[in-house]
């Protein structure tokens, strides 16, 4: 009985399985079906479709090149047409500079001649009167020989770096001259030193006497700054004479009558030497180191030094009979 019963099992099972893979290919086949009937429809609409928009691609790509082929023609228009930009400044013109004529030593020895050319000289000789120089600059010193005589010389706009040395010449102008020092040692006692423009002395060297005229003198301008009187054996005394002017100071290192009118001024006069005071201009201190001095013009202030004597009020000016 047992074997009767598991082979009717065995049976069931086969016959079970068997319909299970109908019904499994059954299924497979449905499927099939249903995917094939919803593809056709779709292949035949994109055929259509396909069919009913035909692109022509050659068309297109020539349509592409023209509208490229416009945009870099106006490209190239736009890039020709003139920019907006501001004019070019012109170009500065070079500046033309002069090369001045320079030379280590140079003589002016024509008499009566006028020099005017623009120059830088070393050393500077002046043989022959009547001259006028100007626009020149001197490094080192300007002499004014004696071979001058008591003629005149006019320096315009001349910068001495050295010394003006004066051997020679009647009377000599300074006009708007800058010049350290200026000697004066003629053997006259006529000379006359003019004084105008813009003229800057540092110190006034006099070994003869000199009268000094300041009249045409720029404003603001100083002239003669400093006046020094050195002793000098051939003249028993020099006459120093100031007329509209302004020294700073006056050192009276030798015999001297010193005057001033009453435009003048002097700030401070060294009395080391004997020496007269007169005229109306005004002194503003006299510092007394030598004993024998007089003035008929009094000085606001007076001071002793070296134990030397007061000086005195007098009217008579220094003469030839003092040595």
């Known amino acids: 009985m047992r074997n009767g ?3 009717r099992q065995l049976t069931l099972i086969i016959v079970l399985i068997v319909v299970l893979i109908f019904l499994v290919g059954a299924l497979l086949v449905l499927t099939l079906t249903d995917n094939k009937e919803a593809s056709a429809p779709a292949d035949e609409i994109s055929s259509k479709e396909e069919e009913s928009v035909s692109i022509p691609m050659d068309e297109i790509k020539e349509e592409i090149k023209e509208e490229v082929k416009e945009e870099i023609k106006e490209e190239l228009a736009e890039s020709e047409e003139p920019s907006e930009a501001p004019a070019p400044k012109p170009a500065a013109k070079p500046q033309y500079k002069p090369t001045v004529p320079t030379y280590k030593e140079k003589v002016f020895g024509d008499e009566g001649a006028s020099y005017e050319a623009k120059e830088i000289i070393g050393r500077g000789y002046i043989t022959k009167g009547s001259i006028s120089l100007a626009n020149r600059t001197f490094n080192e010193n300007l002499y004014i020989t004696a071979d001058v005589g008591d003629r005149n010389i006019v320096l315009n706009n001349v910068i001495v770096k050295g010394k003006i040395v004066i051997n020679g010449a009647g009377t000599v102008t300074l006009h708007s001259v800058k010049a350290h020092r200026v000697e004066i040692n003629t053997e006259h006692r006529d000379n006359n030193l003019i004084v105008s423009g813009s003229t800057t002395v540092d110190n006034l060297i006099l070994r003869s006497s000199c009268k000094i005229d300041e009249d045409g003198l720029n404003k603001g301008y100083p002239g003669v700054k400093n006046i020094v009187i050195e002793d000098n054996p051939k003249y028993l005394w020099l006459d120093v004479e100031l007329f509209d002017g302004r020294a700073d100071g006056i ?3 030798g ?3 010193i005057y001033a009118d009453d435009n003048s001024s002097i700030g401070v006069i060294q009395g080391a030497k004997m020496c007269h005071l007169y005229g109306s201009g005004t002194i503003d201190r006299l510092n007394v180191y030598e004993s024998g001095i007089t003035y008929s013009n009094e000085p ?3 001071e002793i030094k070296n134990r030397a004597d007061e000086p005195e009020y007098s009217e ?8």
């Open 5 to 7: 019963d598991s082979s």
């Open 251 to 253: 050192y009276a290192g």
């Open 255 to 257: 015999i001297a009558n």
């Open 300 to 302: 606001e202030v007076i």
């Open 316 to 323: 008579k000016k220094i003469d030839g009979k003092v040595r």
